[in-house]
């Protein structure tokens, strides 16, 4: 069965330093994935959208890059901050011609320390 | 535009009974999913709706059902709570396959 394993439950780095964070999965093979962030008490808000062609995606200070033969995919965000602090889901899609839903790794929660 | 709303926003209900969640999409969005958010898990998918028709159930009993109205908009419906039950239940709008969802904020259900 599908599985997605994001790398750490919980990540702590200082202010101003990059975070990378990890999504492998197995058993599955998607067209593109996407990356939601989600803060306590809301729902997901989506970030970026990286397609199994595409090596690498950015967005003001956030980067995705997949490896489609890694079956993985990393997302960094560079020069932290503390209002980046939230949990992170990554959800590999498109599978199956699109007709399977989106399933969602549990996330890493980031906590940015000033 | 309008996000995705949810209601109630919380719920509380005893065991053994039934509750009714509620969501609208964003306008001119027509499909809808439902997700399930344990305390310390992850999302979990319930159901699709698409053009008022049921594309795809996850891993849930019968007791977890749904129905998606002409306007889209669409309605969970879990009988026989059961306190396992107690989570945060998200629904998201897409507005075409494939594309990033649009999710709500969610009602919270406690089952006591």
């Known amino acids: 069965s599908q599985k997605i394993e994001q790398n750490s439950e919980a990540l702590n780095i200082q202010e101003g330093k990059t975070a990378t964070l990890t999504c492998n999965y197995t058993n599955y093979s998607p067209a593109y994935l996407q990356w939601y962030r989600q803060d306590p008490g809301r729902g997901p808000v989506f970030l970026l959208l990286i397609r199994e062609n595409e090596k690498e995606k950015r967005k003001e200070r956030l980067k995705v890059t997949f490896d489609t033969t890694l079956k993985q995919s990393l997302f960094h965000i560079t020069a932290s901050q503390p209002a980046d602090s939230a949990t992170y889901l990554c959800?590999?899609?498109?599978?199956?011609?699109?007709?399977?839903?989106?399933?969602f790794g549990k996330g890493t929660r980031l906590s940015v320390i000033a | 535009e309008a996000g995705v709303t949810q209601s109630p926003t919380h719920l509380i209900k005893t065991r053994g009974q039934q509750a009714t969640l509620r969501c609208s999409p964003i306008s001119g969005h027509t499909s809808v999913y439902w997700y399930q958010q344990a305390l310390g898990l992850g999302l979990q998918f319930l159901l699709w709706y698409d053009e008022g028709e049921e594309r795809n159930r996850g891993n849930f009993p019968p007791r977890f059902s749904g129905r998606q109205f002409p306007n889209y908009s669409s309605e969970l419906n879990v009988n026989a709570l059961e306190l396992e039950d107690s989570a945060l239940y998200l629904c998201?709008?897409?507005?075409?396959?494939?594309?990033?969802?649009?999710f709500g904020n969610g009602t919270r259900l406690t089952v006591t």
């Open positions: 959800a590999p899609g498109g599978a199956n011609s699109g007709n399977t839903p989106l399933v």
């Open positions: 998201a709008s897409e507005g075409q396959l494939n594309s990033p969802l649009h």
